[in-house]
């Protein structure tokens, strides 16, 4: 008799627990990031009291066993990693995941992983975690923007208005037309200003001559700048026009330019550039040959940054210059239900979850990041609610089977009264 009243107690703890866990997502609902909880029942065992026994030629058919069950048990807890919805915060440093993914941070203690990201950066510019101090884990590009996903996640550091970026010019692109009614030894003159590789700006003077060759004209590179001891044009220094006024052959020039090594604000090493003429023309008309565009730019400041869909980070600088920062890694797990919860809506690797696989975003089945969002809890409060009065339901069912069990217990008591 005394059995069913632990088989009761069995299915009353069991239903608590689901009741705990279901508590627990209604409690985590506008939890940034939140995955929610599922636990599954499964039968503890059955007492056997008769077995099962096969067919006896004529005599008999078999009869099958005589089994009692003994309670229920937790089957599994499981963590359900479905996408959540998403919410527009306007912040740029609050990152949210879509598709499969997880946020790497790192303490002293290790990495952990996470979905919820919303980060933000400390004084020294390094990008973290702000309830537990842990910092963002990714790459960083080096002087050039390239980065070298062969090194190891580190660190987040974007050192805004600290870092100082130029460029010197490496092509000069020329636009417009020299006029084909030119005679021998007529010019056309244009100053042109590039920066060297500390970013100053320097004049030089573009000049086009006619010669005495049918549509044919020689161009030279000079200065007058005392800190550049010599401007040699690299190659054929003639530019070639068709009958119809097009260039005759692809047409770009190289200038090498050569510093006084003594002067004190200009770089040591040549500066060598190419121009780009295959947009100038010769026709009949006044020549208005001009420079469209030059890719060189000035010493400017970090002054703000952006985050892009495949997570990387670019930075704006104050002359206009972008060029790429970092990166935000992700992990990636084989069983994402291996993984351990360990607060702060964060998880652990464990044998069960296997390796942690980390990556650039949008690589080997990683999904990609939005920035000025961050992504809520996955958990459904009608779903809950419902799960909720269920349990609530077995709970009192399980008591009440106590309470006859306890009855019946208590008449066979009595039986010696």
Same mark, same amino acid.
């Given at each position: 008799?005394?059995?069913?009243? %632990?088989?009761?107690?069995t299915?009353m703890?069991?239903? &608590?627990r @689901?009741?705990?866990?279901i508590?627990?997502?209604?409690a985590n609902?506008?939890?940034?990031?939140? =995955? !929610?909880?599922?636990?599954q029942f499964?039968?503890?065992?059955?007492?056997?009291?008769?077995?099962a +026994?096969?067919?006896?030629g004529?005599?008999?058919g078999?009869?099958?066993?005589? &089994?009692v069950?003994?309670?229920?048990?937790i089957?599994?807890?499981?963590?359900?990693f479905?996408?959540?919805?998403?919410? $527009?915060?306007?912040?740029?440093?609050?990152?949210?995941i879509e598709?499969? #993914?997880?946020f790497?941070l @790192?303490?002293d203690?290790?990495l952990?992983?996470?979905?919820? #990201?919303?980060?933000?950066?400390n004084p020294?510019?390094?990008?973290?975690e702000?309830?537990?101090?842990?910092?963002? /884990?990714?790459?960083?590009?080096?002087?050039?923007?390239?980065?070298?996903?062969? /090194?190891?996640?580190?660190?987040?550091?974007?050192?805004?208005g600290?870092? *100082?970026?130029? +460029?010197?010019t490496?092509?000069?692109?020329l636009?417009?037309?020299?006029?084909?009614a030119?005679?021998?030894?007529q010019?056309v003159?244009?100053? *042109? &200003?590039? %920066?060297?590789g500390?970013?100053s700006?320097?004049t030089l003077?573009l $000049?086009f001559?006619k010669t005495?060759v !049918?549509n044919?004209?020689?161009w &030279?590179?000079?200065?007058d700048?005392?800190?550049?001891?010599t401007?040699?044009?690299?190659?054929?220094?003639t530019?070639?026009?068709?009958?119809r006024?097009?260039?005759?052959t692809?047409?770009i #020039?190289?200038?090498?330019?050569?510093?006084?090594?003594a002067a004190?604000?200009?770089?040591?090493?040549?500066?060598?550039?190419?121009?780009?003429?295959?947009d100038v023309?010769?026709?009949?008309?006044?020549?208005?040959?001009?420079?469209?565009?030059?890719?060189g730019y000035?010493?400017?400041?970090?002054?703000?940054?952006?985050?892009g869909?495949d997570?990387?980070?670019?930075g704006i600088?104050?002359n206009?210059?972008?060029?790429?920062?970092? /990166?935000?890694?992700?992990?990636?797990?084989?069983?994402?239900?291996?993984?351990a +919860?360990e607060?702060?809506?964060?998880? =652990?690797e464990?044998?069960?979850?296997?390796?942690a /696989?980390?990556g650039?975003?949008n690589?080997?089945?990683?999904?990609?990041?939005?920035s000025g969002?961050?992504?809520g809890?996955?958990?459904?409060?009608?779903?809950e609610?419902?799960?909720?009065?269920?349990?609530? @339901?077995g709970?009192?069912?399980?008591?009440?089977?106590?309470?006859?069990?306890?009855?019946?217990?208590?008449?066979?008591?009595?039986?010696? =009264?």
């Open positions: 008799m005394n059995v069913s009243l %632990y088989t009761s107690v299915g703890l069991a239903h &608590q @689901r009741i705990d866990v508590a627990n997502n209604i609902v506008n939890t940034t990031g939140y =995955r !929610k909880s599922r636990m499964q039968e503890l065992f059955a007492e056997t009291i008769q077995g +026994r096969g067919p006896d004529d005599v008999t078999g009869t099958n066993p005589l &089994q069950g003994r309670g229920v048990s089957g599994a807890i499981d963590t359900i479905t996408q959540a919805p998403v919410v $527009t915060t306007g912040a740029k440093t609050d990152l949210a598709r499969e #993914g997880f790497v @790192r303490d203690t290790g952990s992983y996470t979905r919820a #990201g919303a980060f933000s950066l020294d510019g390094a990008l973290i702000p309830a537990t101090g842990q910092f963002v /884990q990714g790459y960083i590009a080096d002087e050039d923007g390239v980065i070298d996903y062969n /090194q190891p996640v580190q660190d987040i550091v974007l050192p805004v600290g870092q *100082v970026l130029v +460029r010197e490496s092509q000069i692109n636009t417009g037309n020299l006029n084909a030119s005679l021998e030894g010019t003159v244009r100053n *042109v &200003q590039i %920066y060297d500390m970013g700006t320097r003077t $000049t001559e005495a !049918k044919e004209w020689e &030279q590179v000079t200065t700048d005392p800190d550049i001891d401007v040699n044009v690299v190659g054929d220094n530019i070639t026009f068709t009958d006024g097009t260039i005759d692809g047409e #020039g190289t200038v090498q330019i050569n510093f006084d090594p004190p604000a200009a770089p040591v090493d040549p500066l060598q550039f190419t121009i780009n003429m295959n023309g010769q026709l009949a008309s006044e020549s208005d040959v001009a420079i469209f565009s030059q890719d000035p010493p400017g400041r970090l002054d703000s940054y952006e985050f869909g997570g990387l980070i670019v600088f104050t206009g210059l972008t060029m790429v920062l970092g /990166q935000v890694a992700l992990a990636k797990f084989s069983n994402n239900g291996g993984l +919860r607060g702060n809506t964060q998880f =652990r464990t044998p069960a979850s296997g390796l /696989q980390i650039a975003p690589t080997g089945g990683r999904g990609s990041i939005s969002v961050l992504e809890a996955n958990v459904d409060i009608g779903t609610f419902s799960d909720l009065i269920i349990s609530q @339901r709970f009192q069912a399980n008591a009440r089977g106590f309470t006859v069990s306890d009855n019946v217990l208590q008449e066979a008591v009595n039986l010696i =009264r």
